[in-house]
């Protein structure tokens, strides 16, 4: 999830940017470690010691998006990744990514992506 931190960064801000781009590279370390099992923003907070408000300036200072937003695109990268490259069912890959009702996977899914799972998937298998 490489990003290019110093362009979105107000200038103003040196001294705290800093802090911010290491915060923000913290966290998304630890959403490659546990996107799978944790949704909350909260956990992250409570993982980096900061309060989840203070996350999510952060966030949203650095890369213009809340903690959940970094955390459902991780999933939705994976959901995808899984869909193309696995004979997974769309049921399992909503259980690997710690969904259990697949109706709800499916609604953040289209919510995100505009499309259903099973239409994502679909238009891969044309390829």
């Known amino acids: 999830m490489a990003r290019h931190y110093n362009s979105v960064i107000p200038s103003s801000k040196s001294t705290t940017s800093i802090t911010y781009i290491e915060t923000l590279r913290i966290l998304e370390k630890t959403i490659?470690?546990?996107?799978?099992?944790?949704?909350?923003?909260?956990?992250?907070?409570?993982?980096?010691?900061?309060?989840?408000?203070?996350?999510?300036?952060?966030?949203?200072?650095?890369?213009?998006?809340?903690?959940?937003?970094?955390?459902?695109?991780?999933?939705?990268?994976?959901?995808?990744?899984?869909?193309?490259?696995?004979?997974?069912?769309?049921?399992?890959?909503?259980?690997?990514l710690g969904y259990q009702d697949y109706a709800y996977f499916s609604r953040v899914f289209k919510q995100k992506t505009t499309m259903t799972p099973l239409e994502f998937k679909k238009s891969y298998q044309k390829y």
């Open 32 to 96: 490659e470690t546990h996107f799978k099992t944790e949704k909350s923003a909260t956990f992250y907070a409570n993982t980096l010691h900061i309060t989840s408000k203070h996350l999510n300036r952060i966030t949203k200072t650095t890369v213009g998006k809340t903690t959940t937003d970094l955390i459902t695109e991780r999933v939705i990268l994976e959901s995808k990744r899984l869909m193309v490259h696995s004979k997974n069912t769309l049921q399992n890959v909503s259980e690997i």
